[in-house]
């Protein structure tokens, strides 16, 4: 559990192309605990499908009802090799699905290839990390 506003967190798997196998998604499935202003979220990052295109994502979860959740905003980014993307939302709370999430696309979406590229040079592990910031919206 990580206290603060800030954080970080390192993903790496050996074989990324097992992203193609649908159960992979339940093998790369990380959750990250953090207290923040005395409340708590969870980073979920995960693998899926995306039509045909495999893909990760990345999104932060409030520990509590929806409204109090909006009450909260955070931003994700990852990068490497002089490239970065940068997400930035509204946490959802524990009650709505990590499907019904990832179904929506409310998160930081990075493509394999991206993902890849953004590992170094190889291309052949994933090492990705991701960084974030947890705030109050005013």
């Avoid at 790496?12 to 193609?20: F, G, R």
Wanted: aromatic share 14%; glycine share 8%; with cysteine.
């Amino acid at each position: 559990m990580h206290d603060g506003f800030a954080f970080n967190h390192r993903y790496v798997k050996s074989n990324p192309l097992e992203v193609e196998n649908a159960t992979w998604m339940l093998t790369l499935y990380h959750l990250q605990v953090f207290n923040c202003f005395g409340k708590y979220f969870c980073l979920h990052f995960e693998a899926f499908q995306l039509g045909k295109a495999p893909v990760y994502i990345a999104f932060l979860r409030f520990m509590g009802e929806d409204t109090e959740a909006k009450n909260f905003k955070y931003s994700l980014e990852v990068g490497g090799n002089g490239r970065k993307l940068t997400w930035q939302g509204v946490p959802r709370s524990i009650r709505d699905s990590h499907r019904k999430v990832r179904e929506s696309h409310d998160g930081l979406i990075i493509q394999r290839s991206m993902a890849l590229f953004f590992s170094g040079s190889d291309r052949k592990e994933l090492k990705l990390r991701l960084t974030g910031r947890i705030w109050k919206d005013q």
